[in-house]
């Protein structure tokens, strides 16, 4: 038993409320939604102390007054009313959410519309869903958002609250890159859902498009299905949505048999209007009116069933069912016209006195009806231009778990992902689809069934109840996982004792990274010289009699001597520790080296340039560097791949080692590395404090080699051997400035 007195508190964010609420004579009454109580979830919220956040239809005009007192009531449902202007409301949802994101995010371009009053509306509707929200949650919390309506939400409430969990799962396709970089606010929609602690995709196809929209246009590494948002770790993964299998196993024993005249009700209405004459048989295609159902389409292929297998005319009727849209666009008007004509046209040309090809139902049914549709019909046509998941096709097979039966599914619906054994079919090839009708027809009734037992079993193991279980246990996890890098985060506690050991300290020894550490990475390399502050650093810090400043760096020496006075106290490393300097002296080589090992490895880098568009080499001393960070990401990161397979080939016998950092890959001579350089420092002196401040892998050389009571900084939440690590190059400043007084 759960004690609701230590529940969690489960806030859940979608575009309606799970209830209807209706106004009649001036009253306002509120009816629990078939969606929720269909749902199967209802015992799983109880887990929770859960509460609703969604605003009314807008068919429901409420005056203040009645806002009021809807609120207080509905209180009981556990639901808390988002007020929203009737005209936000509408461009928000119907407008950007309908009309832009719901036509691109299906790769329905040409529907897509691109308005900036419509874009000011979805913001502001998603800042009330902040709003109410942000006055109602605290830090302990889960807030689980749904759908497309509420992207930007995620952002907002992170801002109000950074340590709230929080869950967005999208329930429609999310597409690729080439589609997604259509849309005016890319950006502003990618930075809402980054705010999410974990993002749910239906199928892998949609998890993979994310990503890449990520790395592409908000330039934000990805490692395998993690994203590093500054230091917070957040997820994308995939949550198949299941159905309420329990509740179907047992509305189909009620509909096949009562318990006392032998069939149910629905059993005698099922025969009744749709009688099965000897071997006729019948095709449920069922789906809401809207043009990415490609309803059209099937009732083509359908036609062309019919005229290349005539043997089959009087044997096979298509039942077309359309669920109505709650508001119906202009453009699913014009595909009703074409239904119609479509029907009136097959209906013709090959019906008889005593049948009927095509019977064309636009009404709604109840969950009963539908479950009775389902394990009547023989076959489901289920063929959908693109379909987030598609729960029809779940509900035919769960129907059908003990009875034959077919079902052909589009390929593009991501229901196809799961039900495998189902007729796979591209929904744009006619003739496939038509044949699939035939060979769903002759197929005997031992293969339907072992199809149907397989796919059962596996939509019985996972179920709606364990998708939302794994989904809010994921969330849970990445929080973790968050908690163990908040452990080497450093905090003002932190750096207040880092200082206090430093003021202590005698002696005190600085490894200093250049890039990535004291000045921000810059596409072109030579952008990212000192500025101002950072001179002003560096000065107060070499100024203390107390210090040994270093700068380890893999820069070259010429443009470390070019950068810094040689008046300037400061220890230098370049290339990684193949160049040392002293203060006012030379730059000395560590050991011996050749460089005629470049004349065999520049080609092979000279054809990875021409092989990856802003791909370029710099050329230092004795090591080559092929930077890719202007490059595409992708493109970058697979020829960085390839060229790293060829230069070990290549450098297997030259003493040279490939250094993968970050965006560049640099060859250079075995052996020499930050840390021996480190370490040759480490010799001259004895010091009570030291310090080692890097970003790259190459920085781990370093790490290593500073003994335990040192103090080690990664700049990032890469893995790491460091024991403290800062989100970026404004931290560590910050750092030594605190440290430099």
């Given at each position: 038993m759960y004690n609701r007195s230590v529940m969690k508190r489960l806030i859940i964010a979608s575009n309606e409320l799970p209830v209807n609420i209706i106004k009649e004579d001036g009253n306002i009454r509120i009816i629990p939604a078939d969606e929720l109580k269909y749902s199967g979830l209802t015992q799983y919220y109880e887990h929770f102390d859960t509460c609703w956040v969604g605003h009314a239809n807008e068919k429901v005009v409420l005056t203040k007054s009645d806002k009021k007192d809807l609120s207080v009531k509905l209180n009981a449902y556990h639901c808390s009313l988002v007020s929203a202007d009737s005209g936000i409301s509408d461009l928000a949802v119907h407008g950007f959410a309908g009309n832009t994101l719901w036509p691109l995010f299906h790769y329905f371009t040409s529907n897509t519309q691109y308005e900036d009053e419509m874009w000011e509306a979805y913001v502001k509707f998603n800042r009330l869903y902040a709003d109410q929200i942000g006055s109602m949650i605290s830090s302990d919390d889960i807030l689980w958002i749904h759908d497309y309506h509420l992207l930007l939400l995620p952002q907002m409430i992170r801002e109000q609250n950074p340590e709230v969990s929080v869950g967005l799962f999208i329930h429609i396709p999310f597409p690729s890159f080439e589609i997604f970089r259509l849309l005016p606010w890319r950006n502003e929609i990618l930075a809402g859902m980054l705010g999410a602690d974990l993002i749910g995709f239906q199928v892998f196809d949609y998890v993979r498009h994310m990503l890449s929209c990520v790395r592409r246009l908000m330039g934000v590494d990805t490692i395998f299905n993690r994203v590093m948002v500054g230091a917070r770790t957040m997820k994308v993964d995939v949550f198949p949505k299941g159905i309420d299998y329990a509740r179907f196993t047992e509305e189909i024993m009620q509909f096949r048999q009562d318990g006392n005249n032998g069939k149910s009700n629905l059993v005698r209405e099922m025969e009744k209007r749709f009688p099965k004459k000897g071997e006729n048989k019948y095709i449920l295609s069922i789906d809401p009116l809207d043009y990415t159902k490609g309803i059209p389409q099937r009732l083509k292929a359908f036609e062309l069933f019919l005229s290349t297998w005539p043997e089959y005319q009087g044997r096979v009727t298509l039942l077309l069912i359309t669920l109505p849209f709650e508001r119906l666009e202009e453009r699913n008007e014009t595909i009703i016209y074409e239904v119609n004509e479509l029907v009136g046209r097959i209906n013709g040309r090959h019906g008889t006195l005593s049948w009927v090809p095509v019977v064309f139902i636009s009404h709604p049914y109840t969950p009963e009806e539908l479950v009775a549709l389902y394990a009547y019909a023989d076959i489901a046509l289920i063929v959908p231009f693109r379909d987030g998941m598609n729960m029809t096709a779940k509900e035919f097979v769960a129907a059908h778990r003990d009875l034959n039966g077919v079902l052909i599914l589009s390929e593009l619906a991501g229901a196809s992902?799961?039900?495998?054994?189902?007729?796979?079919?591209?929904?744009?090839?006619?003739?496939?689809?038509?044949?699939?009708?035939?060979?769903?027809?002759?197929?005997?009734?031992?293969?339907?069934?072992?199809?149907?037992?397989?796919?059962?079993?596996?939509?019985?193991?996972?179920?709606?109840?364990?998708?939302?279980?794994?989904?809010?246990?994921?969330?849970?996890?990445?929080?973790?996982?968050?908690?163990?890098?908040?452990?080497?985060?450093?905090?003002?506690?932190?750096?207040?004792?880092?200082?206090?050991?430093?003021?202590?300290?005698?002696?005190?020894?600085?490894?200093?990274?250049?890039?990535?550490?004291?000045?921000?990475?810059?596409?072109?390399?030579?952008?990212?010289?000192?500025?101002?502050?950072?001179?002003?650093?560096?000065?107060?810090?070499?100024?203390?009699?107390?210090?040994?400043?270093?700068?380890?760096?893999?820069?070259?020496?010429?443009?470390?001597?070019?950068?810094?006075?040689?008046?300037?106290?400061?220890?230098?490393?370049?290339?990684?520790?193949?160049?040392?300097?002293?203060?006012?002296?030379?730059?000395?080589?560590?050991?011996?080296?050749?460089?005629?090992?470049?004349?065999?490895?520049?080609?092979?880098?000279?054809?990875?340039?021409?092989?990856?568009?802003?791909?370029?080499?710099?050329?230092?001393?004795?090591?080559?560097?092929?930077?890719?960070?202007?490059?595409?990401?992708?493109?970058?990161?697979?020829?960085?791949?390839?060229?790293?397979?060829?230069?070990?080939?290549?450098?297997?016998?030259?003493?040279?080692?490939?250094?993968?950092?970050?965006?560049?890959?640099?060859?250079?001579?075995?052996?020499?590395?930050?840390?021996?350089?480190?370490?040759?420092?480490?010799?001259?002196?004895?010091?009570?404090?030291?310090?080692?401040?890097?970003?790259?892998?190459?920085?781990?050389?370093?790490?290593?080699?500073?003994?335990?009571?040192?103090?080690?900084?990664?700049?990032?939440?890469?893995?790491?051997?460091?024991?403290?690590?800062?989100?970026?190059?404004?931290?560590?400043?910050?750092?030594?400035?605190?440290?430099?007084?």
């Open positions: 992902k799961e039900l495998h054994e189902a007729l796979i079919v591209n929904p744009n090839n006619l003739h496939e689809v038509s044949s699939s009708i035939k060979e769903a027809l002759d197929m005997d009734d031992r293969e339907q069934r072992r199809r149907m037992v397989v796919m059962n079993t596996r939509l019985k193991k996972y179920p709606v109840t364990r998708w939302a279980k794994e989904f809010i246990s994921s969330l849970e996890g990445v929080k973790e996982l968050q908690q163990t890098h908040l452990t080497k985060r450093i905090t003002p506690e932190k750096t207040g004792q880092i200082h206090n050991a430093y003021e202590k300290a005698a002696r005190r020894i600085l490894f200093l990274d250049y890039d990535g550490t004291l000045s921000a990475f810059k596409k072109n390399p030579e952008d990212a010289r000192p500025d101002k502050e950072l001179y002003n650093i560096l000065k107060k810090l070499t100024s203390d009699p107390k210090n040994r400043i270093v700068i380890i760096s893999g820069r070259d020496k010429e443009t470390l001597s070019r950068w810094f006075s040689v008046e300037w106290p400061i220890h230098f490393v370049a290339e990684h520790g193949v160049w040392l300097k002293e203060p006012g002296g030379e730059w000395y080589m560590m050991e011996p080296m050749d460089r005629e090992w470049k004349n065999e490895v520049l080609p092979l880098l000279d054809y990875y340039i021409d092989q990856t568009p802003k791909a370029f080499i710099e050329e230092k001393n004795f090591s080559l560097v092929w930077h890719y960070r202007k490059s595409d990401p992708d493109l970058g990161i697979q020829r960085a791949w390839e060229l790293k397979e060829q230069l070990r080939n290549l450098t297997a016998n030259l003493n040279l080692e490939i250094l993968d950092g970050d965006k560049v890959l640099e060859i250079k001579y075995s052996g020499i590395n930050k840390g021996k350089a480190a370490l040759q420092k480490l010799s001259q002196d004895d010091y009570d404090f030291i310090l080692a401040i890097g970003d790259d892998w190459t920085d781990e050389y370093t790490f290593d080699a500073m003994p335990p009571e040192s103090y080690t900084i990664k700049v990032g939440t890469k893995t790491t051997k460091a024991t403290l690590f800062v989100e970026g190059v404004e931290d560590v400043r910050k750092l030594l400035s605190v440290l430099s007084g």
